[in-house]
């Protein structure tokens, strides 16, 4: 069985992964620069963020459906064709303008692409490899978005140096970035075999309304689950803008220093996905999401309090640990709970709780790390710094979502998963 899990349609999606990631990832180390020299503000730059996220949020259930009703690959091919076209018409971008307006179809493509290879990953595997599977293509991920930056930088460099104006070396990356999910379409297009939803089956009884034939209820597990997904993305989204800003502030180190801090614990945490993934199969789903939120969560409480970088890049390294625990077996239970023929569009709903909840996260995290950044504060004897208000706030609401999920959420046995 291992082999048939490591080969054909997962080992392709695991690569296409790959691929998809290290090419959003290329433009990081660069991107508002790149932005800035085409006529754009400082103060503008969150809105070429903002707009992706809140494109993906608003068309994912969309991309969903439409990928229910025509198929995975099919969604999936236009999604990873649509990235090649973007690539090219951003590094041709005239003005800013345009930027964010190809920022915007940017983040509809992607959704197409992220759900319909997510649902048909699910699709391919049966219940009790899903979160095996799950976690390989979370760790692929996990090397793309880290070498990413490094890559991009590199090959911007390369083009300032060779002869090219910075303005046009900051262009370059992006037809690299369509080379690559070129390629990634190929490899769609050509190796992988979808099986249709009449082949796939369920051997759990789907809860059907009796309003409108074929309507799928969403299970009051389901809408918990939606919940803790919408708390998990304004967790990410809480912690990554005021993460440099703490470094800056508590420990005065450079911005090389605390790359390589994110860049180290992030590979701390792809050596886990994998396991967890597999433990997840064997012994249920929740203790992994439970136990991964817990030390996420607990580590973000600790990190204001840290006293020393290399306390704080322990802590960061536990924190990303506990958050790839969880992740497969998070993103396995929701194919647990949906049926195989509404997937897309459950997992489009899933999409649009966590985007909204990064778009959220951010704006709420650095309003309160400015308003206490020089505050503190006593309680119990105990001198608490202002600029950990986020830190707390954000491991509360994680805590208790992870309760909420612990106490109302079953979850189902191996023959009771969807497939």
């Known amino acids: 069985m291992k082999m048939k899990i490591y080969s054909g349609t997962v080992l392709i999606l695991g690569v296409v992964q790959l691929i998809e990631s290290l090419a959003f990832a290329i433009p990081l180390s660069f991107f508002p620069n790149y932005a800035i020299g085409l ?16 494109a993906a949020a608003i068309m994912a259930p969309r991309m969903g459906t439409l990928s229910d009703r025509y198929g995975r690959k099919r969604i999936l091919l236009v999604g990873l064709l649509g990235d090649v076209l973007i690539g090219v018409l951003t590094g041709l971008a005239p003005s800013w303008q345009w930027l964010l307006v190809i920022r915007v179809i940017n983040g509809v493509v992607s959704s197409a692409a992220m759900l319909s290879g997510e649902a048909l990953l699910m699709d391919t595997v049966s219940s009790s490899h899903r979160g095996e599977a799950s976690g390989f293509v979370t760790s692929m991920s996990m090397i793309g978005r880290n070498l990413g930056p490094v890559f991009g930088g590199t090959v911007q460099l390369a083009s300032y140096t060779y002869g090219l104006s910075l303005l046009d070396s900051y262009r370059i990356p992006y037809f690299v970035d369509s080379i690559l999910a070129l390629f990634a379409f190929l490899l769609v297009a050509l190796k992988i075999k979808e099986h249709h939803s009449e082949e796939r089956g369920n051997t759990w009884v789907r809860v059907v309304s009796s309003k409108k034939e074929g309507e799928v209820l969403i299970s009051t597990s389901f809408k918990v689950l939606l919940v803790c997904v919408f708390v ?28 390589f801090i994110i860049s180290v614990s992030g590979f701390v945490g792809l050596l886990t996905s994998w396991a967890a993934g597999r433990l997840s199969d064997k012994i249920g789903r929740k203790p992994l999401i439970v136990a991964g939120n817990f030390v996420s969560r607990l580590s ?12 704080a890049a322990w802590v960061v390294s536990i924190r990303s640990l506990g958050f790839n625990i969880s992740m497969p077996a998070l993103r396995a239970f929701r194919a647990d709970l949906t049926p195989s023929e509404a997937r897309g569009r459950f997992f489009g709903m899933f999409m649009t709780a966590f985007t909204t909840g990064g778009i959220i996260g951010p704006i709420v995290s650095t309003y309160l790390y400015d308003i206490y950044r020089f505050e503190s504060f006593q309680i119990a004897g105990i001198s608490l710094p202002g600029y950990g208000i986020p830190f707390f706030v954000n491991a509360i609401l994680g805590i208790v979502s992870t309760i909420i999920l612990l106490v109302w959420v079953k979850d189902p046995s191996p023959l009771e998963r969807n497939i």
Do not use: C
């Open 39 to 54: 006529g754009a503000s400082v103060a503008s730059i969150g809105l070429f963020t903002s707009s992706f996220m809140l």
């Open 232 to 259: 998990n993305g304004m967790g990410v989204g809480f912690i990554i803008p005021i993460s440099v800003l703490f470094y800056n502030d508590k420990f005065g180190i450079t911005p090389f220093e605390i790359g």
């Open 300 to 311: 973000g409480l600790i990190l204001p309090l840290t006293n020393t970088v290399n306390q």
